[in-house]
């Protein structure tokens, strides 16, 4: 088995410093053998900012992947957006925008949604997508392959930002390449679910994409900050929401899914 968590929007700048330790405390009980996180480190991609959730990923215990997301590039500072939008990215968190990790289980893909020019909405170049297919297509095909975009690439019922442009065409084309899971954040909602999609006439698989709220934020949506908990098994992927409980003072389960690896069992 392989233990994935999934954190998502930090927002260093506008985080809950209170929700830091409880965070720390529960990665370190559940001993994940990878951690992803889906973008939105910071508020406003400030030194500062960025200087506080590189203290925070190096206090994990675990190989942390990471993709940046809108509030990781400067809105307030157009000169620099235009010209150095992932300086103190690259600074501080990563050099690479877009990461890989393989192992015995899983491979797990970086794809950068963000756009210096859609800082909202974020876009999805035809080279990003290659990328993410190529490194998705040479792994063996009893791995499970986890994508890691900051946007997500459908949106849920009653959401009111506007999705990705290209969005569906974007799933369509990444499924078919070999996508089982897609981790994203953005909307600030937890949300998990599966995609079906037609590859042939009599070939039918299915993907599951799987959004995190905010792991820290104060900024929520009518929804407590969570994280997820992916454990990869033989034959089905479980996940388990977690979510802080003021009153507690600490992360527990409050939802839980499972869904079966049987497109990537049969696949040749």
Request: with cysteine.
């Amino acid at each position: 088995m392989t233990r994935l968590v999934h954190l998502s929007d930090l927002h260093f700048g506008k985080d809950r410093a209170d929700l830091i330790q409880p965070l720390l405390t529960v990665l370190e009980n559940l001993q994940p053998d990878h951690v992803a996180i889906s973008g939105d480190l910071t508020q406003r991609a400030r030194s500062q900012e960025y200087e506080s959730a590189r203290a925070f990923i190096d206090r994990i215990d675990a190989p942390v992947l990471c993709v940046p997301g809108n509030h990781d590039i400067p809105i307030h500072r157009p000169l620099t957006r235009l010209f150095r939008p992932f300086g103190n990215y690259r600074k501080y968190i990563s050099s690479d925008l877009t990461p890989s990790v393989e192992t015995a289980e899983m491979v797990m893909v970086g794809l950068n949604t963000v756009d210096r020019f859609q800082w909202q909405a974020g876009r999805l170049s035809a080279l990003r997508l290659r990328r993410a297919c190529t490194a998705m297509g040479a792994a063996p095909a009893h791995k499970l392959r986890v994508l890691v975009v900051h946007h997500p690439l459908e949106h849920p019922e009653g959401v009111s930002k506007k999705p990705i442009p290209g969005a569906a065409e974007a799933l369509e084309r990444l499924i078919g390449c070999g996508a089982d899971l897609i981790l994203s954040g953005h909307l600030h909602l937890w949300h998990a679910g599966e995609f079906a999609h037609r590859a042939g006439e009599h070939d039918r698989r299915n993907a599951v994409q799987l959004h995190a709220g905010t792991s820290l934020s104060s900024r929520v949506r009518g929804e407590p900050n969570d994280f997820n908990v992916i454990d990869i098994l033989d034959r089905s992927v479980q996940v388990a929401r977690q979510s802080f409980d003021e009153k507690t003072g600490a992360f527990e389960t409050t939802e839980t899914r499972q869904f079966n690896r049987a497109s990537d069992i049969s696949r040749s």
